[in-house]
């Protein structure tokens, strides 16, 4: 058993430590490359591994728990004790991360005045519930019961979210009241507005930041009150959104900062390794405008999304040289890299000719926002029948969230993206009106239509394809991150009525059905065979695609999106398997080649 305790410094067993940590998150690397990773860092100094635990992965259904294969935590802290490292946890409900919805569990919102991040009872009942399956596995790999946890925290930058002192005192009640013996911290912005709002009495606090090490350190300090001072997360990169014009790096005074920290305290780099937003879990921020997060979380750190040596990681090994031994570490792991080359479709069909395959329907006369149907991630369908109408001159979705594709009759009306989903759109003018202009006049009295109406015969089929493009994970707007659409759908000015939704998370592609047709220009499915003789790490490159998301053997690598930054799909040699592997691509704009390409490096712009 061991001790690990906070007073002028951090002690273990009584003796002065200084923790030197890096941050890997497990549900971002494949289990069998934990080890891989961990031995890197360890070899480069680090004595410390820093890990979130996102709730969503581990109830991704209310009541059903999930702690096996890649969620297995304990087998990763586990293996970073036998590699003789120390690991300091953060299980909070919210964790940020640029995870969905900062970690908690969509199903959340399916229930009506739901608030987060503060003394709700209803979402506090949920976090104890949580907790009471969560703890029981992670109290015993506390350094108090001979495990390698040193620290936990209390809650994730609270700070800048709210001010609800007794919401983070009953926080750190729980945790205690679940066996937690290990020292707590908190994490918070290092200004004093957010320290202020974070910090509560017996619990240590920390501080998040990228540079200006000394200055942010003369922040914190007071807050400290003596004890020791230490950035929980040292940005040494930044994490990427779609179209946000290239990858996204980090300061490059990083080592000098670095070795500021380790002379004045102590340190946790975000991230040592970023990993990959596997699936549908990339988070978003909006400020101005909705930025969804890429696939990859490759977040320029000192190793790369697959795994590989930087640059930065030497230099950092180097100012860690000055302050802790380098020990010599033996990789265990082979990781090698292939470029499988081009393979062609052999096999398509549309997802409107497979909707009973992949969905159980819902009937409704209005339409049902995602979460209420039961559904977290992916997308969801909307099919109704217009009886009433004979052409489509304005369409308006109400409560809609994030992107719609629009058909009517089989033909593609148009995409709506964010802001656009707040007003409405003129067929007419190929334009959405913003909810203000909606009954104006139009300025020039002479202005002609530039387009015609969306005509069709009687009884024409209407499918709004929403997506879901990851929820926020920070700040107000998490409260309103129910998708799809949860109010109305206008047409020429009135309501419609009567709608069937299909949930499509895509966690059953095998029940495609790939003998049904597909129309040109609408969403598909198009499956492609490799072979695989030896299982190698590789990147999938979609040129000429539109946007969607691939399935390797059934697993959802994640989402692509013509705009960049990212280019290529990392796919780790684990998912492969011996002979005949199956990919299939979902392309919802309609700008399949075809033609995919396998390569043996990444390209995330």
């Known amino acids: 058993m061991g001790r690990f305790e906070i007073k002028d410094n951090f002690y273990l067993d009584g003796k002065p430590f200084r923790v030197i940590s890096g941050s890997i998150h497990y549900f ?6 934990w080890r891989d990773r961990l031995e890197k860092l360890k070899a480069m100094g680090c004595n410390t591994v820093e890990t979130y635990i996102a709730w969503n992965v581990h109830e991704p259904k209310k009541g059903v728990f999930e702690f096996e294969g890649r969620y297995d935590l304990v087998k990763f802290v586990r293996t970073a004790q036998e590699l003789g490292l120390y690991v300091i946890l953060r299980p909070s409900p919210y964790i940020c991360a640029e995870w969905e919805f900062g970690g908690r569990p969509a199903w959340l919102l399916a229930e009506d005045g739901m608030r987060l991040r503060a003394c709700h009872e209803s979402f506090l009942k949920h976090v104890r519930e949580y907790y009471d399956r969560l703890f029981p596995l992670i109290t015993p790999l506390q350094i108090t019961e001979g495990g390698p946890v040193i620290l936990m925290q209390v809650e994730n930058e609270y700070g800048y979210y709210g001010d609800d002192t007794r919401y983070m005192e009953t926080m750190r009640d729980m945790m205690l009241e679940r066996g937690v013996t290990v020292p707590l911290i908190t994490s918070d912005g290092p200004f004093e507005e957010s320290l202020s709002c974070g910090c509560i009495d017996g619990i240590h606090p920390t501080g998040n930041f990228g540079s200006r090490t000394k200055e942010r350190f003369a922040v914190l300090a007071p807050y400290a009150k003596g004890g020791p001072l230490m950035c929980a997360e040292f940005w040494v990169g930044w994490f990427d959104h779609w179209g946000n014009g290239g990858h996204m790096h980090g300061n490059p005074e990083s080592p000098q900062d670095l070795d500021d920290m380790l ?15 596997f699936g549908f879990m990339n988070g978003s921020n909006y400020y101005d405008e909705l930025t969804p997060d890429v696939t990859s979380y490759d977040y320029d750190a000192l190793l790369t999304e697959a795994g ?3 640059g930065k990681y030497h230099k950092f090994q180097k100012v860690i040289s000055k302050y802790a031994p380098i020990p010599k570490v033996e990789f265990t792991t082979e990781i090698k890299k292939r470029a499988y080359g081009k393979l062609t479709a052999v096999s398509q069909t549309g ?3 497979n ?15 995602m979460e209420k149907c039961g559904q977290s991630y992916g997308y969801i369908l909307y099919h109704s029948t217009l009886k009433h109408e004979q052409n489509i001159e304005r369409i308006r979705l109400w409560g809609a969230n994030d992107r719609a594709n629009i058909f009517v009759d089989g033909r593609r009306v148009v995409n709506l993206y964010d802001r656009e989903l707040d007003g409405e759109y003129d067929v007419l003018a190929g334009a959405v009106k913003k909810a203000q202009d909606v009954n104006a006049a139009p300025a020039d009295e002479e202005a002609k239509p530039q387009n015609e109406p969306v005509t069709f015969a009687k009884d024409a089929p209407i499918d709004i394809l929403m997506e879901n493009m990851g929820r926020v994970n920070f700040g107000p707007l998490m409260e309103r991150q129910r998708k799809g659409i949860a109010e109305c759908v206008q047409i020429n000015g009135h309501i419609h009525y009567n709608w069937t939704m299909y949930p499509l998370p895509l966690d059953n592609i095998d029940r495609l059905d790939f003998d049904r047709d597909c129309t040109e220009g609408l969403p598909a499915f198009y499956r492609f065979e490799l072979e695989v003789d030896e299982a190698c790490d590789t990147f999938l490159e979609l ?3 539109g946007k969607g998301c691939v399935f390797l053997n059934g697993f959802n690598l994640g989402r692509y999106w013509e705009i960049g930054p990212q280019k290529r799909l990392y796919i780790p040699a684990p998912l492969l398997k011996s002979g005949k592997n199956e990919i299939v691509v979902f392309e919802t704009e309609g700008k399949a080649t075809g033609v995919i390409e396998l390569k043996d490096e990444p390209d995330i712009g």
């Open 28 to 33: 971002r690397v494949v289990p069998e490359y």
């Open 355 to 369: 909707l009973e395959n992949l969905s159980e329907p819902i009937v409704d006369n209005f339409p049902v926002c």
């Open 263 to 277: 002379d004045m305290g102590h340190v946790n780099i975000y991230m040592f390794e970023g990993g990959t937003n």
């Open 351 to 353: 997802l409107l000719q």
């Open 308 to 310: 590989d040596f930087t």
């Open 543 to 545: 040129d000429g695609w």
